[in-house]
């Protein structure tokens, strides 16, 4: 299939493997340009501050306090319109650490001018159309060389002995200060830590999976596990379709119960004609044959499907509950194709019992003209022409899981080693699963639910997220490349996953969604309350209690929640070090070339790894850098970076060079003191 947009427009482009319809003849092979071997986006030199303009359709709703609101029902079937919000920061994916050196300035060189890191917290969408707004402010600009870094070795400390009180101001730092800046790391330094060819991988550090079974309550699997094979497409279960109409279960569109009022009367059909003769427009006339004679066509027998594929009825990962969903790709895209087709029941309107969860009809993909909405369907297209092509054979777990009792933080006492590998990729979600990725959205969180668009069906069964609550999906398949960010993202072919499967048949991607809080002050996410949320959020993702740690994948993750949400880069980094420690996971951090924070994060490791300072410790740490310098400073942001005031309190001596002037200064004025 090749389908390329005419000169000038912005159709559907590009699409191009080795089986397809022989009706539409031999074509040459295309060859597609791939400016992004690492999966790795980086941002250009100049951007706005939240780097893609924000539209009122990705704007989070929050309260007052920064904390998101956990009445959420109420509140969405109350008001249908609800914004959403993007979160600058860059996607994480598997290819990062697929070398030595993951980025080549040189190679990426090219693609960086077109690339803009921000992340979107889509929640469900507006009707109204999206109205982009940018700061010209370009402070938090971060450079263009990734850089990653990983950290807190070590064992428990004993016991430490810190000076309390309020920090000293230390002239001689003051006067280094003035003299130099933070040491820069080289520019050839592109990873500090433990030396990328010493990483584990899943399978290889995985531990033997248990017998794949259904468990009444916990475990729901959609397939005959006795029949499961390598290479062989799952079969359904049961054998007949069980129609359920249920306030716990899936509405689903091939259920009897499933009835509309039919006027007898002209519905505007020739305004959908209308459409569909303006789509042939932009698309050559071959690809447009192919995309209505061929491959839609398809996608409606998949959809039709339902009954067939999807026999048993779907539970709802509802607030509270710890369960799984296992299915196999088969019936994921069989859900896909009824979610292009915007045929799920109940599911247009946020007025509806559904108005806690995620949008799962794509209609809002066919509202209004948009750039980014047609490189969105190129990619979603992409994905139905591999899977109508040839048939997907693995399975997909889905585990909604809750944090049942938040961890006294200043009683933890572990510390954890440096062994990383990448097979625990942090989703910096919003708590609606998959962002705008049915809408507008078009960043982090919702490139990877474009890319591996098995992640998107996850949107029908699960209901927002809550404050210790995390979802975490295995097995998902990538099928498509892309360039760019936000406004400049685009499709930019196909992609063959060779990523190895587990014993139950899902590829080694484990990606754990959690939502970070959104602050409108600096000084509110230092708050001891805020603090404790944001750490049980990162362990409940990051925990594994039912599996031995030696088996357990380490975390790549980065920026969570630092970019238009507020937070500060520093304190995320320290408090998912303290959350992987406690859940005895190692890290892979990605500071996404800002190579100061790179530094600093190191410096940071090893000052607390050589005194081997436990989790409590620095709990402890940061109430006191609260009470004794955010609490009383009467300006916007503390006068002592929290990195300066760690040094300070656990060492006599001079601290190292830390350059968190981002966030704050390093004396400390009278006004704070």
């Given at each position: 299939?090749?389908?390329?947009?005419?000169?000038?427009?912005?159709?559907?482009?590009?699409?191009?493997?080795?089986?397809?319809?022989?009706?539409?003849?031999?074509?040459?092979?295309?060859?597609?340009r791939n400016t992004l071997e690492q999966w790795l986006v980086k941002p250009p030199k100049k951007?706005?501050?939240?780097?893609?303009?924000?539209?009122?359709?990705?704007?989070?709703?929050?309260?007052?306090?920064?904390?998101?609101?956990?009445?959420?029902?109420?509140?969405?079937?109350?008001?249908?319109?609800?914004?959403?919000?993007?979160?600058?920061?860059?996607?994480?994916?598997?290819?990062?650490?697929?070398?030595?050196?993951?980025?080549?300035?040189?190679?990426?060189?090219?693609?960086?001018?077109?690339?803009?890191?921000?992340?979107?917290?889509?929640?469900?969408?507006?009707?109204?159309?999206?109205?982009?707004?940018?700061?010209?402010?370009?402070?938090?600009?971060?450079?263009?060389?990734?850089?990653?870094?990983?950290f807190f070795s070590g064992t428990s400390s004993p016991g430490l002995h810190m000076r309390q009180?309020?920090?000293?101001?230390?002239?001689?730092?003051?006067?280094?200060?003035?003299?130099?800046?933070?040491?820069?790391?080289?520019?050839?330094?592109?990873?500090?830590?433990?030396?990328?060819?010493?990483?584990?991988?899943?399978?290889?550090?995985?531990?033997?999976?248990?017998?794949?079974?259904?468990?009444?309550?916990?475990?729901?699997?959609?397939?005959?596990?006795?029949?499961?094979?390598?290479?062989?497409?799952?079969?359904?279960?049961?054998?007949?379709?069980?129609?359920?109409?249920?306030?716990?279960?899936?509405?689903?569109?091939?259920?009897?119960?499933?009835?509309?009022?039919?006027?007898?009367?002209?519905?505007?059909?020739?305004?959908?004609?209308?459409?569909?003769?303006?789509?042939?427009?932009?698309?050559?006339?071959?690809?447009?044959?192919?995309?209505?004679?061929?491959?839609?066509?398809?996608?409606?027998?998949?959809?039709?499907?339902?009954?067939?594929?999807?026999?048993?009825?779907?539970?709802?990962?509802?607030?509270?509950?710890?369960?799984?969903?296992?299915?196999?790709?088969?019936?994921?895209?069989?859900?896909?194709?009824?979610?292009?087709?915007?045929?799920?029941?109940?599911?247009?309107?946020?007025?509806?019992?559904?108005?806690?969860?995620?949008?799962?009809?794509?209609?809002?993909?066919?509202?209004?003209?948009?750039?980014?909405?047609?490189?969105?369907?190129?990619?979603?297209?992409?994905?139905?022409?591999?899977?109508?092509?040839?048939?997907?054979?693995?399975?997909?777990?889905?585990?909604?899981?809750?944090?049942?009792?938040?961890?006294?933080?200043?009683?933890?006492?572990?510390?954890?080693?440096?062994?990383?590998?990448?097979?625990?990729?942090?989703?910096?979600?919003?708590?609606?699963?998959?962002?705008?990725?049915?809408?507008?959205?078009?960043?982090?969180?919702?490139?990877?639910?474009?890319?591996?668009?098995?992640?998107?069906?996850?949107?029908?069964?699960?209901?927002?997220?809550?404050?210790?609550?995390?979802?975490?999906?295995?097995?998902?398949?990538?099928y498509s490349k892309y360039t760019g960010y936000g406004q400049t993202y685009q499709w930019d072919?196909?992609?063959?996953?060779?990523?190895?499967?587990?014993?139950?048949?899902?590829?080694?991607?484990?990606?754990?969604?959690?939502?970070?809080?959104?602050?409108?002050?600096?000084?509110?996410?230092?708050?001891?309350?805020?603090?404790?949320?944001?750490?049980?959020?990162?362990?409940?993702?990051?925990?594994?209690?039912?599996?031995?740690?030696?088996?357990?994948?380490?975390?790549?993750?980065?920026?969570?929640?630092?970019?238009?949400?507020?937070?500060?880069?520093?304190?995320?980094?320290?408090?998912?070090?303290?959350?992987?420690?406690?859940?005895?996971?190692?890290?892979?951090?990605?500071?996404?070339?800002?190579?100061?924070?790179?530094?600093?994060?190191?410096?940071?490791?090893?000052?607390?790894?050589?005194?081997?300072?436990?989790?409590?410790?620095?709990?402890?740490?940061?109430?006191?850098?609260?009470?004794?310098?955010?609490?009383?400073?009467?300006?916007?942001?503390?006068?002592?970076?929290?990195?300066?005031?760690?040094?300070?309190?656990?060492?006599?001596?001079?601290?190292?060079?830390?350059?968190?002037?981002?966030?704050?200064?390093?004396?400390?004025?009278?006004?704070?003191?």
């Open positions: 299939m090749d389908i390329r947009p005419k000169t000038g427009a912005d159709g559907l482009r590009g699409v191009k493997t080795i089986g397809y319809h022989q009706k539409n003849g031999a074509r040459p092979k295309q060859k597609f951007r706005c501050t939240a780097e893609v303009c924000q539209t009122q359709e990705d704007v989070e709703m929050v309260d007052d306090g920064g904390f998101q609101s956990t009445s959420a029902q109420d509140l969405y079937c109350q008001n249908a319109e609800v914004s959403d919000s993007d979160e600058e920061t860059q996607p994480l994916t598997p290819q990062d650490l697929d070398e030595d050196n993951p980025v080549s300035p040189a190679s990426k060189d090219s693609a960086e001018s077109d690339l803009m890191q921000t992340l979107s917290h889509n929640y469900g969408g507006l009707e109204t159309e999206e109205e982009e707004t940018c700061s010209a402010s370009s402070e938090s600009a971060v450079k263009h060389n990734t850089k990653i870094t990983d009180g309020k920090p000293a101001k230390s002239t001689k730092k003051q006067n280094a200060d003035k003299e130099t800046t933070s040491a820069v790391v080289k520019p050839d330094v592109k990873w500090l830590g433990t030396p990328i060819n010493e990483l584990k991988r899943m399978p290889e550090c995985g531990g033997p999976l248990p017998p794949l079974k259904d468990v009444p309550g916990q475990h729901t699997v959609m397939i005959r596990t006795d029949l499961l094979q390598n290479g062989k497409v799952p079969v359904p279960y049961p054998a007949k379709f069980k129609d359920t109409w249920d306030d716990v279960h899936v509405k689903m569109p091939c259920s009897s119960w499933n009835l509309f009022p039919v006027q007898d009367e002209f519905c505007g059909k020739t305004t959908n004609l209308n459409r569909s003769l303006a789509l042939s427009k932009v698309l050559e006339p071959d690809a447009a044959e192919h995309l209505f004679d061929s491959l839609l066509p398809d996608m409606v027998q998949l959809a039709l499907r339902a009954s067939e594929l999807c026999t048993k009825p779907i539970p709802l990962l509802k607030r509270g509950m710890n369960h799984s969903i296992t299915m196999s790709q088969e019936q994921v895209a069989c859900l896909l194709a009824n979610a292009f087709f915007c045929t799920f029941p109940r599911r247009n309107s946020r007025r509806t019992e559904y108005c806690n969860y995620p949008d799962i009809n794509f209609f809002r993909l066919f509202e209004g003209p948009s750039s980014r909405k047609i490189e969105k369907l190129k990619t979603l297209m992409c994905y139905f022409k591999s899977l109508t092509e040839q048939k997907p054979t693995g399975l997909v777990t889905f585990t909604r899981k809750s944090l049942d009792k938040p961890l006294n933080w200043k009683r933890c006492m572990l510390s954890s080693s440096s062994v990383i590998c990448l097979d625990l990729q942090v989703d910096f979600a919003n708590r609606f699963v998959g962002g705008g990725v049915t809408s507008s959205g078009l960043v982090q969180e919702e490139i990877r639910f474009l890319i591996n668009p098995e992640l998107i069906v996850s949107r029908l069964f699960t209901e927002a997220l809550d404050h210790n609550e995390c979802l975490i999906i295995t097995g998902t398949q990538q072919g196909s992609h063959q996953d060779t990523i190895p499967s587990d014993g139950w048949q899902r590829r080694c991607t484990e990606i754990v969604a959690i939502d970070a809080l959104q602050f409108k002050n600096f000084l509110e996410q230092f708050r001891p309350e805020r603090l404790n949320r944001e750490l049980n959020k990162a362990y409940c993702g990051f925990a594994r209690p039912e599996e031995q740690s030696k088996n357990l994948a380490a975390v790549a993750t980065g920026n969570w929640g630092c970019g238009v949400f507020g937070g500060d880069t520093r304190l995320k980094a320290l408090l998912q070090m303290l959350a992987a420690a406690e859940a005895g996971r190692d890290v892979a951090y990605f500071t996404f070339g800002d190579s100061q924070l790179m530094t600093d994060v190191h410096k940071m490791h090893s000052f607390l790894t050589q005194r081997k300072i436990s989790v409590g410790e620095v709990y402890d740490l940061l109430g006191q850098y609260y009470s004794s310098v955010c609490k009383s400073c009467l300006g916007r942001r503390p006068d002592v970076s929290l990195y300066s005031f760690i040094y300070q309190q656990v060492s006599s001596f001079l601290a190292p060079d830390d350059s968190d002037r981002g966030s704050a200064r390093h004396h400390v004025p009278a006004d704070c003191r």
